[in-house]
């Protein structure tokens, strides 16, 4: 098999087996081959070679694949997060219709994921990078409930305000550097304004603060395994876009300065607000906000000082695998610790947990220190971000108590558990623990030094610290914890503010004499029957669109027409485009 031919099975994979799908008869059946779909990319890394790089000039506008050192890394983290949630979704849905539908969609951002990751031009990390953001949309909703909805239209919202920023700064960008492919794009320094609308534009799909608000719905609401791939695989496509488009050496170094002021924000925020919430997988997303922003810290380091670049970016992508394994094994373990008793769900919980907040031996540890080690080189002093790195950490295991005492109670009725959803489980959590041996050998025997082991055990004893003291306030406030904090934080003022501008027009009756008040007001007295009207259409036709062949096609309507928006825009941008 020559190398063009296995870099484009990567991403293709997956869409020729919803193709497939999409045969009648065929759906109900070949969603079990779902798992299948990652083997090329798995095969591409043992079979691959570094600086593997293909031209298809029939695809889009001319697309270019490769796999660097640090795509291999994410490739690595990205087909094995989901091939496992892909066998857990085997034993974790339902029968009926709603499965097939899932697994459609579920394919349709492994798709995107996989090409994002291989891309090597602009147009193809775009065109795979919105696949995967909007395809992730039925996910959300996958269940059908006013949660899930809810939680999908705010993701989608936070996806469409993300797709626009990438998308004109992605314009910007190919202007300036007159072609899209990678390579061209770092040799031309962003300018300020592209450099902005990369930020906001990733920085969504990676939990930036303030940009992160549709995490703590998304999460909870979606299924199982949709859960550990959002936080484990799809949010690191922010992560990954920043090292593409604003690479160390060619973007600003004053945005170096801003990502590592975001970063750390973020990374505290994310335990403040992740400490009050009242269910498992929220605190789990929370978790995933700090430790994005941990990991935008060290990208931000990188990029206001060059020369420590090597270093922290090959430290990044050990610390992308860390968190993203270990999430996703906590998600996973979710699922299993509601169907078993007290005993076994803590053993599927704890060593992922204590991975994430940096105990020795494991993965979190080895991370946490390569992260650090080049801070110590630094032209200037870094101190202070060292400090609140470790600091950060005191309170990933205050999170991980949160968690373990919400999600470590089983069930009422133990049921048993199908290897569908231990084995994947159990391979992730053996990899909090093998990873770091089997791909950073250097930094794991490093960890294991007393200098460094005291590095990563003092956070952990004050994160115990602080959860014993928060334990005896909680019994001032009658044995809970304060609900201070609500789901989707910032989200929630802007939400009730809402429905209280509108509750106050319809109570003003001086309202309706402004100008275009009549207006305001037939409208406001007409949504009621129109709300009636557009609920029985939506009856009439839930039966089709719940069909996942009518939303697949639907859905390749829309991708088609995002390309046609891509062809456009190339060719608006005049003979300084691609």
Excluded at 558 to 567: N, P
Aim: charge should be positive; hydrophobic fraction near 60%.
């Amino acid at each position: 098999m020559t190398l063009e031919l296995w870099l484009i099975l990567i991403p293709v994979t997956p869409l020729l087996l919803v193709l497939a799908m999409a045969l009648p008869g065929l759906g109900r059946h070949l969603w079990r081959l779902t798992p299948l779909a990652v083997l090329p990319a798995l095969a591409g890394l043992v079979w691959l070679p570094d600086g593997a790089w293909a031209f298809y000039p029939w695809l889009l506008m001319g697309t270019e694949l490769a796999l660097d050192p640090v795509g291999r890394g994410f490739l690595l983290l990205t087909a094995l997060l989901w091939g496992a949630a892909a066998v857990y979704a085997q034993g974790y849905l339902g029968a009926g219709p709603a499965r097939v539908r899932f697994h459609a969609f579920f394919l349709l951002a492994m798709a995107g994921n996989l090409g994002l990751v291989v891309a090597a031009d602009v147009v193809f990390f775009y065109t795979s990078f919105a696949l995967m953001s909007l395809a992730a949309m039925g996910l959300v909703v996958h269940d059908q409930r006013f949660e899930s909805w809810r939680a999908g239209w705010v993701y989608l919202g936070m996806a469409v305000v993300g797709e626009v920023a990438l998308f004109t700064g992605l314009i910007l960008l190919v202007h300036d550097a007159g072609g899209h492919g990678m390579v061209r794009v770092w040799e031309q320094p962003p300018d300020a304004a592209a450099a902005a609308l990369l930020v906001i534009g990733l920085g969504v799909k990676a939990g930036l603060v303030p940009l992160h608000v549709w995490l703590p719905l998304a999460h909870p609401a979606a299924p199982t395994p949709a859960s550990a791939v959002l936080s484990g695989a799809m949010i690191k496509a922010g992560l990954l876009g920043w090292m593409r488009l604003l690479p160390p050496g060619s973007a600003p170094e004053a945005l170096g300065t801003i990502l590592v002021v975001l970063g750390l924000v973020g990374a505290g925020y994310g335990v403040a607000a992740g400490v009050f919430q009242y269910r498992a997988k929220t605190v789990l997303a929370y978790s995933s906000i700090s430790q994005m922003g941990l990991m935008t810290a060290g990208l931000g380091v990188a990029i206001a000082h060059p020369a420590l670049a090597p270093a922290l970016i090959s430290a990044l992508v050990i610390y992308a695998l860390h968190h993203g394994i270990a999430k996703a094994a906590l998600f996973l373990g979710v699922g299993i610790a509601q169907r078993v008793g007290r005993p076994a769900a803590l053993a599927w919980l704890l060593l992922p947990g204590l991975a994430l907040a940096g105990m020795p031996l494991t993965s979190g540890a080895v991370a946490k220190t390569l992260l650090k080690a080049p801070l110590y080189d630094a032209p200037v002093d870094l101190s202070l971000v060292t400090l609140l790195l470790s600091t950060a950490a005191a309170g990933t295991l205050l999170l991980m108590l949160r968690f373990w005492v919400l999600a470590a109670g089983g069930a009422r009725e133990p049921r048993p558990v199908s290897v569908f959803l231990w084995l994947p489980c159990l391979v992730l959590v053996l990899g909090t623990v093998l990873l770091p041996w089997a791909l950073a050998p250097e930094g794991a025997f490093k960890a294991l030094t007393p200098d460094h082991v005291l590095a990563v055990a003092w956070p952990m004893g004050l994160g115990l610290l602080i959860g014993g003291s928060g334990v005896l306030l909680a019994r001032l406030w009658g044995g809970t914890m304060p609900r201070l904090i609500p789901e989707g934080d910032l989200w929630v003022p802007l939400e009730r503010g809402g429905q209280g501008v509108l509750g106050w027009i319809s109570r003003t009756p001086g309202f309706w004499h402004m100008p275009g008040g009549g207006f305001t007001l037939a409208l406001v007295h007409g949504l009621p029957r129109l709300w009636a009207a557009w609920l029985d259409r939506v009856a009439r036709g839930e039966r089709l669109l719940l069909r996942w062949e009518t939303l697949g096609l639907l859905f390749i309507g829309l991708v088609l027409s995002m390309l046609v928006a891509i062809y456009l825009g190339a060719v608006m941008v005049g003979p300084g485009g691609p």
